[in-house]
């Protein structure tokens, strides 16, 4: 089911409310009578290309991003939160975080960590109830990923008996220069992961035709034994990449 006409719904009428009802005079955002229903108003518009092409991966995200933190400023710091971490698994479901976890996991929770501080204004107390909330969300969604991960870790593909390699133990350094594959499969790899980039987008990317790219791909699934792409991903996704 497509999500994006419901947040056309919902964004056009958080714009009509904010046309109606007098924004919050606590809030630091500058304007706020102009600037809360303009914004709400163009992030509605967003969603249009959205239900004509879904998959606009950077759209998706911005609308959310923002939408977040003006929702926060607003006074409606628990609907914030939810857009944010909405934000978070989009992130993850696109394997924003497949590369350098860590830092990225950090920067993204630094960056609302200090957005949140726009809560002060509406009272000590509401500010320490939404950081105490934030903490409480980190927690419960780590723990359903924890949860998800046991759960599907048996259905990880196996390698097939062609395989060119013999994998480490799930969770370790995956060094993708000593699989025998070669400088021009990496980065095509590489990119694929990060973007999950078509096989026009990769030829685009890399300046060769699309067929080099399905060769260069099928060599890959061929090095790793395993029988399509998204298997391939699956598989890398429980390593660290290098």
């Not at 359903?144 to 759960?151: A, F, N, Q, S």
């Not at 035709?209 to 260069?216: L, N, P």
């Amino acid at each position: 089911m497509q999500t994006e006409p419901f947040g056309f719904l919902i964004l056009s009428v958080a714009f009509i409310i904010s046309l109606i009802l007098p924004a919050d005079s606590s809030t630091w955002i500058p304007v706020a009578k102009i600037t809360i229903p303009v914004v709400n108003g163009l992030c509605a518009l967003a969603c249009i290309p959205l239900i004509i092409k879904p998959g606009i991966k950077s759209l998706e995200v911005s609308i959310l991003l923002i939408q977040s933190f003006f929702t926060t400023w607003t006074g409606y710091e628990t609907l914030g939160m939810f857009l944010y971490s909405a934000m978070i698994v989009l992130l993850f479901c696109y394997g924003f975080f497949i590369k350098h976890i860590h830092r990225r996991v950090f920067f993204t929770m630094f960056i609302w960590l200090i957005w949140l501080l726009g809560v002060i204004p509406y009272g000590i107390a509401r500010c320490v109830l939404v950081y105490t909330t934030f903490l409480f969300m980190v927690a419960f969604y780590y723990a359903i990923y924890t949860r998800l991960k046991d759960m599907l870790s048996p259905l990880l593909p196996k390698q097939s008996k062609e395989a060119k390699i013999k994998l480490p133990p799930q969770g370790n350094l995956l060094n993708l220069q000593e699989c025998g594959l070669s400088e021009r499969q990496i980065k095509i790899l590489n990119e694929y992961l990060a973007t999950n980039a078509s096989y026009s987008e990769l030829a685009d990317k890399f300046i060769v035709s699309i067929s080099t790219v399905k060769k260069e791909m099928s060599q890959i699934l061929h090095v790793f034994g395993v029988k399509n792409i998204k298997e391939l991903k699956f598989l890398l996704s429980h390593y660290r990449l290098k």
